[in-house]
């Protein structure tokens, strides 16, 4: 059967190239059900509420600022060693359509926990729109992925094995989800070291978020105790900055 040759385009290659550096991290997953109730009341009386994206990615790093395993990545070198970031950086993948393809590209937010979360979902909705050459990660990273192969292995080989550079180039966590597209349970690949994914809320004011990490790094104790910290920070650090974000305005009815 003959078919079409199709030349893989910088998007494609960039994945080609994101999952052959997450071939060998040893990941392992946690997942539950977090109650979200006194968030979706909160987010509820919000005219414009931030998107999940924001609230995962906020109250993650709220959740790392008192756990530094979370802001923790493995190298490989000089030797191999855990590194603990300062501060945590997340990367946030944005599905976008560049050339008539669909696309995912890693957006990068530096200290989240000390952002609004109005500004951490502004610069998300603006990654998903704005152009390539505009968003800072997204030039660096096709700047990155045009090299030639030789290059382009080296790149990522500094990138991914020295600490300092891990959170420069790939964060200490990732979010990713389809919650947009229906839900469902999606278990993403990256070089870790931290990845969350969450699906859609659930009529019984549930949500269900999943935690894959780089067994090198930490256990699944501290994963679990992770999990029930992040379930009371969406429900009092980030639903309370929603509800002072103000409410929706109310109608005047004539009587």
């Not at 998903?128 to 660096?140: E, L, Y």
Request: aromatic residues 8%; charged residues 20%; hydrophobic residues 45%.
């Amino acid at each position: 059967m003959r078919g079409t040759p199709k030349t893989i385009s910088l998007p494609r290659r960039l994945i080609c190239d994101l999952m052959r550096a997450s071939m060998d991290v040893p990941f392992v997953s946690l997942s539950r059900s977090l109650k979200i109730r006194s968030l979706l009341e909160a987010r509820a009386g919000v005219l414009a509420p931030a998107g999940w994206a924001a609230i995962f990615v906020k109250a993650f790093a709220l959740v790392a600022r008192d756990e530094p395993v979370l802001r923790t990545v493995y190298a490989k070198w000089p030797w191999p060693s855990l590194y603990e970031l300062p501060k945590s950086v997340a990367l946030v993948a944005i599905a976008r359509v560049e050339n008539g393809e669909e696309c995912v590209m890693p957006q990068r937010i530096a200290a989240p926990e000390a952002m609004t979360l109005s500004a951490v979902d502004a610069e998300i909705r603006r990654a998903k729109t704005a152009p390539i050459d505009d968003i800072p990660m997204f030039r660096k990273i096709m700047r990155a992925t045009r090299l030639p192969l030789p290059l382009r292995r080296l790149s990522w080989a500094v990138g991914l094995n020295f600490g300092r550079q891990r959170g420069n180039w790939f964060g200490s966590f990732a979010v990713s989800s389809v919650a947009a597209y229906g839900g469902g349970e999606l278990h993403p690949v990256t070089p870790g070291p931290f990845i969350v994914s969450y699906g859609v809320v659930e009529p019984d004011q549930t949500i269900h978020v999943v935690i894959r990490w780089d067994h090198r790094v930490t256990d699944a104790a501290p994963i679990a105790r992770v999990l029930t910290r992040l379930e009371q920070v969406l429900n009092t650090e980030i639903a309370a900055e929603l509800s002072a974000a103000g409410a929706k305005p109310i109608r005047a009815v004539r009587t």
